[in-house]
T-cell receptor
Framework: AQKVTQAQTEISVVEKEDVTLDCVYE???????LFWYKQPPSGELVFLIR??????QNEISGRYSWNFQKSTSSFNFTITASQVVDSAVYFC????????????FGPGTRLSVLP | EAQVTQNPRYLITVTGKKLTVTCSQN?????MSWYRQDPGLGLRQIYY???????DKGDVPEGYKVSRKEKRNFPLILESPSPNQTSLYFC????????????FGSGTRLTVV
């Protein structure tokens, strides 16, 4: 079975703090893809990053970084020096290659960055 | 500009009154999909289409219909809406290339009273 767990329902931080959003996934496939999407208050879904299962290299993009660890089936997302504009719901998603084009989404983590 | 266009953005309707949510894309993507988003459940796939005239059920297809007569359009049809279909709906498209993720439309917030 494929499943994505985001155990943190809501997180509140003060501006400039670092924050990590957790994502744990379950899959039997050896080849799969992981994604993070951001949903700001306006409601649209914004693609942030994708990672395939055979590339465990961590990635940094500005204030964003992602830590992919196959050993713990985790794909955590860290925002450094958070800003109010980072306030959003963040979704982690999994796509297994044997399940067509369905993405399994986690329930999301609502991040509030307070000024 | 590459985009996925959904209409309407907001819709309030009554139980049993048929409605259609339209989705159109200009990226020549093969795959199109409909998701619904509910609090605490994330996004769940309703139906998807791998190309023209090829559609299949996702995880929560009950109460919905789709069609894919043209590559660019993938409407979602609710023949007899019920209150439990009140939700935020997203159309999504992607290329057939394995590595890429979905591009999402702006969403349709549907309320069935």
């Amino acid at each position: 079975a494929q499943k994505v767990t985001q155990a943190q329902t809501e997180i509140s931080v003060v501006e400039k703090e670092d924050v990590t959003l957790d994502c744990v996934y379950e899959t039997r496939d050896t080849t799969y893809y992981l994604f993070w999407y951001k949903q700001p208050p306006s409601g649209e879904l914004v693609f942030l990053i994708r990672r395939n299962s055979f590339d465990e290299q961590n990635e940094i993009s500005g204030r964003y970084s992602w830590n992919f660890q196959k050993s713990t089936s985790s794909f955590n997302f860290t925002i450094t020096a958070s800003q109010v504009v980072d306030s959003a719901v963040y979704f982690c998603a999994l796509r297994q290659t044997n399940y067509g084009q369905n993405f399994v989404f986690g329930p999301g983590t609502r991040l509030s960055v307070l000024p | 500009e590459a985009q996925v266009t959904q209409n309407p953005r907001y819709l309030i309707t009554v139980t049993g009154k048929k409605l259609t949510v339209t989705c159109s894309q200009n990226m020549n993507h093969e795959y199109m999909s409909w998701y619904r988003q509910d609090p605490g459940l994330g996004l769940r796939q309703i139906y998807y289409s791998m190309n023209v005239e090829v559609t299949d059920k996702g995880d929560v297809p009950e109460g919905y219909k789709v069609s894919r007569k043209e590559k660019r359009n993938f409407p979602l049809i609710l023949e007899s809406p019920s209150p439990n279909q009140t939700s935020l709906y997203f159309c999504a498209t992607k290329t057939a290339r394995e590595f890429y993720g979905y591009t999402f439309g702006s969403g349709t917030r549907l309320t069935v009273v």
